[in-house]
């Protein structure tokens, strides 16, 4: 079992869409970080957070840490959100991140 | 500001062949790694590098070699290609000032393929 688990593992939204992601892990960690990858691109650092909740634009992150869960949101979901959406977790005292495999999003015009 | 930068972005190679995959930052950071990406399955850790001058094992590191050459490069070299090591290569970066677990900067990939 992969210590960093999300869901779905695919989602198709019509444009404009409100859309949840989810992201759980099985131990203590010292960040959660949510990261986006376009078809046939590189990797980019959307949010990392430790406690509460951030937000970006469009997007909304929020953690809890109680129940080892994170949800990333989209508002007014656009075709140009298609990517696949990274979970990862980093621990204190290493300097190792463990990746969850990935939730690959379609918006539909 | 380039960020984090590998080169090459494509590589075919035949069994047996090897090859160096460069990657340079540019931001200062301490922290470097590399992974690899393969279909299904999450980034997994080849090797990092915590600070210049030292480099540790990830949890895939049989087949590759890696050197921290100053604070900016480090690259990864495939002694002897096999078709197992078919993948999209990932360098990236984190600053890790005293607390690691920083954000991630990654590069653009680098997919190779070995035949």
């Known amino acids: 079992k992969n210590e960093v688990e999300q869901s779905p593992q695919n989602l198709t939204a019509q444009e404009g869409e409100f859309i949840t992601i989810n992201c759980s892990y099985s131990?203590?960690?010292?960040?959660l970080h949510w990261l986006q990858q376009h078809p046939g691109g590189g990797i980019v650092s959307l949010f990392m957070?430790?406690?509460g909740k951030k937000k970006h634009g469009r997007l909304i992150a929020t953690i809890n840490i109680q129940e080892k869960h994170s949800s990333l949101h989209i508002t007014a979901s656009h075709p140009r959100d298609s990517a696949v959406y990274i979970c990862?977790?980093?621990?204190?005292?290493?300097?190792?991140?463990?990746f969850g495999t990935g939730t690959r999003l379609k918006v539909l015009a | 500001n380039a960020g984090v930068t590998q080169t090459p972005k494509f590589q075919v190679l035949k069994t047996g062949q090897s090859m160096t995959l460069q990657c340079a930052q540019d931001?200062?950071?301490?922290?470097m790694y590399w992974y690899r990406q393969d279909p299904g399955m999450g980034l997994r850790l080849i090797y990092y590098s915590a600070s210049e001058g030292t480099t540790d094992k990830g949890e895939v590191p049989n087949g590759y070699n890696v050197s921290r050459l100053n604070k900016r490069e480090f690259s990864l070299r495939l002694e002897s290609a096999a078709p197992s090591q078919t993948s999209v290569y990932f360098c990236a970066s984190t600053v890790n000032r005293g607390a690691p677990g920083g954000e991630l900067f990654f590069g653009e990939g680098s997919r190779l393929t070995v035949l």
């Open positions: 131990v203590g960690i010292s960040a």
């Open positions: 990862a977790v980093s621990y204190k005292g290493t300097y190792k991140y463990i």
């Open positions: 931001m200062n950071h301490n922290s």
């Open positions: 957070l430790s406690s």
